[in-house]
């Protein structure tokens, strides 16, 4: 069946570091991506989506580009802050199913 | 407008006990999700409906989890019965329609805890 990988946490950096958080996933069709965020005490938000290979999701600096050669969605931000201190979660709906497939999510500690 | 809400936020109760748990979906979304996230199992997908067509149950763990949706609108998942592998903080998520890349909504969840 479907799934996602995502590298472990925590992910632990300095303010203005740049950060990758690695997702590759498994489909058995053609699936559309998302990085969803969970900040302290709150609920899932979209971060970003692609739907197509080679599309590239963007968002508070955040991007992330759709690779079906590598089966991959690779979270990337130039210089994280503080704020950015979140779990990341990656995830795919597979094409005719309405459902997201997680990965186990990835937290990030940013630190001033 | 308001978000996906939830209730309660917190729900402690006794092994063999019954919950029931409460989602409002935006207003003018047609479909309807449940997920369960637990520290041993991540992010799992529970059930969804969409407008008037028969759910999704695939992801309900035993036949001790239901949920209905009354009008189109309001879901409630129960669970009868509960044990303490039940422990989990249940998601319910709501889009406007089911297509490809729609994004779905979030509440902010109920923390279920079973003694």
């Known amino acids: 069946g479907d799934s996602v990988t995502q590298m472990e946490g925590p992910v632990t950096l300095s303010e203005e570091a740049f950060l990758t958080i690695n997702c590759t996933y498994t489909?058995?069709?053609?699936?559309?991506l998302f990085w969803y965020v969970q900040y302290p005490g709150e609920g899932l938000q979209l971060l970003l989506k692609?739907?197509?290979?080679?599309d590239k999701g963007s968002n508070k600096g955040f991007e992330a580009t759709y690779r079906k050669e590598t089966t991959s969605f690779h979270l990337e931000k130039g210089s994280v802050q503080v704020s950015d201190s979140a779990v990341y979660f990656c995830?795919?709906?597979?094409?005719?199913?309405?459902?997201?497939?997680f990965g186990t999510g990835t937290r990030l500690l940013v630190s001033p | 407008g308001a978000g996906v809400s939830q209730s309660p936020s917190n729900k402690v109760t006794e092994k063999g006990k019954d919950v029931e748990l409460r989602c409002d979906p935006i207003?003018?979304?047609?479909?309807l999700y449940w997920y369960r996230q637990s520290l041993g199992q991540g992010l799992e997908f529970l059930i969804y409906?969409?407008?008037?067509?028969?759910?999704?149950k695939s992801g309900l763990p035993s036949d001790r989890f239901s949920a209905e949706r009354t009008g189109g609108s309001v879901s409630t998942l129960t669970i009868q019965r509960t044990q303490q592998e039940d422990s989990a903080v249940y998601l319910c998520?709501?889009?406007?329609?089911?297509?490809?890349?729609?994004?779905?909504?979030f509440g902010p969840g109920t923390r279920l805890t079973v003694l």
């Open positions: 998520a709501s889009s406007l329609a089911v297509q490809g890349g729609n994004e779905q909504f």
């Open positions: 489909a058995t069709g053609y699936p559309s």
């Open positions: 692609a739907t197509k290979a080679d």
């Open positions: 995830a795919l709906r597979d094409t005719g199913f309405q459902k997201l497939v």
């Open positions: 207003s003018g979304h047609t479909a």
């Open positions: 409906f969409q407008g008037n067509s028969a759910p999704d």
